[in-house]
């Protein structure tokens, strides 16, 4: 049972437009969310976090908008550059939080 | 700083074999890591250490798999015997008290034939 859901395996935008990487969770116990890039053979590096008590949180050109109601989740990146490329992962936790639970990515590709 | 470091960073081994992949985290980090990722099931925590003791290892698949940390700047994950639904890249991350994010190293590519 994937309790963090990233339905779409891929996306592709043109360069200077904007990406919208969405999740969704089933859990009503988390509480704090976070997103992680990741290039071939590298590990996940993380971008940008956000907790419940707010509904939006943003870092440059990186924003990651929450609706606790709809137990969704999204990250925009304006405008989209092609190092912007990679796998991004949705990740989420609770209380302590240590124990992350983490979707199963959305490959971007921005075009030139 | 260096950052998690894993070794090694490929490994092929045939199936039945004993596989045993390392890290070290970061310096000064009190929790430690382990996490599988798959084309399916996307990244699965295997097992996490804080202070070098387990705190929960209900992500580790089968008894064929155990995962030690003998001090506060080494961890191993040993698969025995291996088998070729083992295959994947294993990957080893640390981080700090409280809601720190993690710190990845860059993987090891485990193939069993």
């Known amino acids: 049972d994937q309790q963090v859901k990233q339905n779409s395996p891929s996306l592709s935008v043109q360069e200077g437009r904007i990406s919208i990487l969405n999740c969704d969770y089933t859990n009503s116990m988390f509480d704090y969310f976070l997103w992680y890039k990741k290039y071939p053979a590298e590990g996940p590096t993380f971008l940008i976090s956000i907790s419940s008590i707010k509904d939006k949180n943003e870092d440059g050109r990186f924003t990651v908008f929450l609706n606790k109601s709809a137990k969704h989740l999204s990250l925009h990146i304006v405008p989209s550059q092609p190092g912007d490329s990679a796998v991004y992962f949705c990740a989420a936790g609770s209380g302590g939080y240590q124990k992350v639970t983490f979707g199963i990515g959305t490959k971007l590709q921005v075009i030139p | 700083d260096a950052g998690v470091i894993q070794s090694p960073r490929h490994e092929v081994t045939e199936m039945g074999q004993e596989v045993t992949l390392r890290c070290k985290p970061i310096s000064g980090h009190d929790y430690l890591f382990w996490y599988r990722q798959t084309m399916m099931r996307g990244l699965e925590l295997l097992i996490y250490?804080?202070?070098?003791?387990?705190?929960?290892d209900s992500g580790m698949p089968e008894d064929r798999f155990s995962a030690k940390m003998p001090n506060a700047s080494f961890s191993t994950l040993k698969i025995q015997p291996s088998e070729p639904r083992d295959s994947a890249v294993y990957f080893c991350?640390?981080?700090?008290?409280?809601?720190?994010?993690?710190?990845f190293g860059n993987g090891t590519r485990l193939t069993v034939t």
């Open positions: 250490f804080n202070n070098n003791v387990p705190i929960d």
């Open positions: 991350a640390s981080s700090s008290q409280g809601r720190s994010p993690l710190h």
